[in-house]
T-cell receptor, first 113, second 114 residues
Framework: GDSVTQMEGPVTLSEEAFLTINCTYTATGYPSLFWYVQYPGEGLQLLLKATKADDKGSNKGFEATYRKETTSFHLEKGSVQVSDSAVYFCALSDGQGAQKLVFGQGTRLTINP | DTGVSQDPRHKITKRGQNVTFRCDPISEHNRLYWYRQTLGQGPEFLTYFQNEAQLEKSRLLSDRFSAERPKGSFSTLEIQRTEQGDSAMYLC????????????FGSGTQLSVL
């Protein structure tokens, strides 16, 4: 079945550092890809998405590009802030209409001032 | 838009007891999803509804689990004869149903089975 693999955490960076969180997927067909973020005590929120190959999703300074050839959707940010500290989940939906999501295991990010 | 709300936020129960959780989706959303999240893992799909019809159930949803959405609005998830392995965060999400439309998650119900 479909699956998502994320780089293991936790990840700790200093403020203004460059961030990459790796995500690769296995899927049949043409999935849509997502990054969700979970701040402490809050529900999952959609951060960005891409629905077809070579699409770039972006939001709040974060970016990720749908790479079909490498089956990847790595999350990047050029300069992180303390407020970016959260758990980040990569996910896919199979594009078959049900819109159900398959998640990676999550990566906990801590940004130190 | 008041968001997706779940009740209760926390539930502690003894093994063997039955528990029921409630989810109130965003009012105009016709799709409602239940996920389960264990510590250190991503959410796993359990089931989803389109209006009042339950369209798909994961194999994770054993016979002890039942979900309903009787009028196509709120939903309940019941676990009978709880086991310690049922301890997890149960998440509800809703969307307007079209592929690619944004899915909104509630804050979840944390279940602890003692």
């Amino acid at each position: 079945g479909d699956s998502v693999t994320q780089m293991e955490g936790p990840v700790t960076l200093s403020e203004e550092a460059f961030l990459t969180i790796n995500c690769t997927y296995t899927a049949t067909g043409y999935p849509s890809l997502f990054w969700y973020v979970q701040y402490p005590g809050e529900g999952l929120q959609l951060l960005l998405k891409a629905t077809k190959a070579d699409d770039k999703g972006s939001n709040k300074g974060f970016e990720a590009t749908y790479r079909k050839e490498t089956t990847s959707f790595h999350l990047e940010k050029g300069s992180v802030q303390v407020s970016d500290s959260a758990v980040y989940f990569c996910a896919l939906s199979d594009g078959q209409g049900a819109q159900k999501l398959v998640f990676g295991q999550g990566t906990r990010l801590t940004i130190n001032p | 838009d008041t968001g997706v709300s779940q009740d209760p936020r926390h539930k502690i129960t003894k093994r063997g007891q039955n528990v029921t959780f409630r989810c109130d989706p965003i009012s105009e959303h016709n799709r409602l999803y239940w996920y389960r999240q264990t510590l250190g893992q991503g959410p796993e799909f359990l089931t989803y509804f389109q209006n009042e019809a339950q369209l798909e159930k994961s194999r994770l949803l054993s016979d002890r689990f039942s979900a309903e959405r009787p009028k196509g609005s709120f939903s309940t998830l019941e676990i009978q004869r709880t086991e310690q392995g049922d301890s997890a965060m149960y998440l509800c999400a809703s969307s307007s149903g079209t592929e690619g439309k944004k899915m909104f998650f509630g804050s979840g119900t944390q279940l602890s089975v003692l």
